[in-house]
């Protein structure tokens, strides 16, 4: 599901991973173009970091979900979690090996990428 979601996030945002940490080739961040910020993170992280069963790694992405109420609600979701190693306040973590369907992934970037934009200046009037 990995190379769906890069393919998702490219077509969609135009947007092409970074790969910045020697010590973990493959976290993949992705970011707006205008403001820099992220609002994706890609990563292969090891089940016991997410308190699952097994042993070996998963891949997750890391999403800004700005909605209290909608994070609450999502990390009561099996496969989404607060945020691996980001501010469990505003991240959630999402299961790339299919417990959470595509489509619901794809809709969580959507709502990641709203919510790191640029917000827009408005006239005072």
């Known amino acids: 599901m990995k190379e769906k979601i890069f393919e998702y996030i490219r077509n969609q945002y135009g ?52 909605d209290p109420m909608l994070q609450d609600e999502l990390i009561h979701e099996n496969g989404i979690f607060p945020a691996y190693h980001m501010n469990k306040k505003y991240w959630i973590t999402v299961l790339l090996d299919g417990t959470i369907p595509e489509k619901q992934v794809e809709n969580l970037i959507d709502v990641s990428f709203l919510a790191t934009g640029s917000k827009k200046k408005t006239r005072k009037e």
């Not at 790969?19 to 090891?46: C, M, Q, T």
């Open 15 to 66: 947007a092409d991973p970074e790969f910045l940490w020697e010590k973990f080739p493959d976290y993949a961040i992705f970011r707006h173009a205008n403001n820099k910020k992220w609002f994706a993170l890609i990563a292969s992280v090891g089940r016991d970091k997410l308190g699952l069963d097994g042993k070996g790694y998963i891949d997750v992405i890391n999403l800004k979900i700005n």
